[in-house]
Structures are given as structure tokens and as C-alpha cells.
């Protein structure tokens, strides 16, 4: 139980194209979701916090009109990247968490985004 | 704020060989601390966890203390297989200090490599 997917997995896009991942809980409902962003050989760097229908909080140096999270649904947060750049490459991870399933966050696989 | 320090790789080890990877934390409350493993193109997953000082977790024969004192989770394994190479995260999670949300904070991670 308490699976968490992405989609896509990997994604190219050219510069100055929006791109949309989404995150999905699948077997239970997510009162709070996460986006993280991995760099190479680094930890993962804390983007952005949503509660279902509500506003996303973003953490400080994370520019909410280029990362724009939606989180429709207890069971679906999105991220779209707008109007990338190179410097957007990165691995983006989503996590999901629900105060009854164990009081833990549970990591999607990942979404590898390369802007050209 | 909150900070995790965690030993650079990355490690290689022998099969059979004892694992030791460090971590250390700075906190201001009393955190949750956690040990997460990623896999090879896959999404992180939470490995261990102990929730308050001089707690054991262990899972998969890898085990770690959380010590209040120095302000330590080390991860330790007695003998490693080929199928543990991964890179593994150590994280806190402080509620006191996140506004009550499950913001985990991440170290850098530490990559290890075991060869047969």
C-alpha cells in the first residue's frame, strides 16, 4: 500500500515550453503533498508544500510563477514549469503524505526534466 | 534551522563487508529522524525510522540509533549484499520547527557502491 506515482517519467522539452508532471496517490487520500528537486549529486531541495484546494507554499527562493502546483484532489497534486530553461533540468520528486497512513511521507519515482 | 550532515561518498565496499555511513543533525526541537535509500533510477523509500532519543530502527539488517547526546543516527549494516548499492539519504523530520507540516530535511546523500 501507500504507492505514489509520477508522470511522466522522463520528459524534453524545448526552451520556453511549459511542462506539467503529476503526481498521484494511489491507494490512499493525501491531505498534503511535496515537490522536491534533486540535483546532481545533491540532496533533495524543498519546493513547495500543498494542501488540497488551497494555495501551495512555497519556500523561500522558489519562484511560484514559474512553478505553478495545483492540487486538485486528495489523490492528484500537478506541477507545471513554466516557460523553462535549461537551468530547469533537473529531477523533480513529489511525496505525499496523509496523517493515517503512518504519519510518513511516501516519494513518487521521480520525473527527469531536460529543457533544451 | 534544521540540518543534516551526512558522510560524502561515495562508499565502496566488498560483499559481506560491515557498513558504517555517518549522519549527524542540528534541530532545535525533537525530530523524527529517518534513513531513506534510492535506488538506481528509482524514488526514494523510507529504509528505517526512530522517532525519539535512544530508539532503535532497523529494516533489512541495517539498523540505526538515534543518540540525542552527540546528536547522531548512523547507519550501520554487518554485512552487505551487491543489491544494496544505492545512495542513502538521512533526514529529519521537526514539527516543532515546521510549523506543524512534515517538512523533512535532507542530507546530501551518500552513494554506496558494493562490489561482489
Known amino acids: 500500500g501507500a504507492v505514489v506515482s509520477q508522470h511522466p517519467s522522463r520528459v524534453i522539452c524545448k526552451s520556453g515550453t511549459s511542462v506539467k508532471i503529476e503526481c498521484r496517490s494511489l491507494?490512499?487520500?493525501?491531505?498534503?503533498m511535496f515537490w522536491y528537486r534533486q540535483f546532481p549529486k545533491q540532496s533533495l531541495m524543498l519546493m513547495a508544500t500543498s494542501n488540497e484546494g488551497s494555495k501551495a507554499t512555497y519556500e523561500q527562493g522558489v519562484e511560484k510563477d514559474k512553478f505553478l502546483i495545483n492540487h486538485a484532489s486528495l489523490t492528484l497534486s500537478t506541477l507545471t514549469v513554466t516557460s523553462a530553461h535549461p537551468e530547469d533540468s533537473s529531477f523533480y520528486i513529489c511525496?505525499?503524505?496523509?496523517?493515517?497512513?503512518?504519519?510518513?511521507?511516501?516519494f513518487g519515482p521521480g520525473t527527469r526534466l531536460t529543457v533544451t | 534551522g534544521d540540518s543534516v550532515t551526512q558522510m560524502e561518498g561515495p562508499v565502496t565496499l566488498s560483499e559481506e563487508a560491515f557498513l558504517t555511513i555517518n549522519c549527524t543533525y542540528t534541530a532545535t526541537g525533537y525530530p523524527s529522524l529517518f534513513w531513506y535509500v534510492q535506488y538506481p533510477g528509482e524514488g526514494l523509500q523510507l529504509l528505517l525510522k526512530?522517532?525519539?532519543?535512544?530508539d532503535k530502527g532497523s529494516n533489512k539488517g541495517f539498523e540505526a540509533t538515534y543518540r540525542k547526546e552527540t546528536t547522531s543516527f548512523h547507519l550501520e549494516k554487518g554485512s552487505v549484499q551487491v543489491s544494496d548499492s544505492a545512495v542513502y539519504f538521512c533526514?529529519?523530520?521537526?514539527?516543532?520547527?515546521?510549523?506543524?507540516?512534515?517538512?523533512?530535511?535532507f542530507g546530501t546523500g551518500t552513494k554506496l557502491q558494493v562490489i561482489p
Open positions: 511525496s505525499a503524505f496523509s496523517q493515517g497512513v503512518n504519519n510518513e511521507q511516501y
Open positions: 491507494d490512499f487520500q493525501a491531505t498534503t
Open positions: 526512530a522517532t525519539k532519543a535512544d
Open positions: 533526514a529529519l523530520s521537526d514539527p516543532w520547527n515546521s510549523g506543524g507540516y512534515q517538512k523533512v530535511t
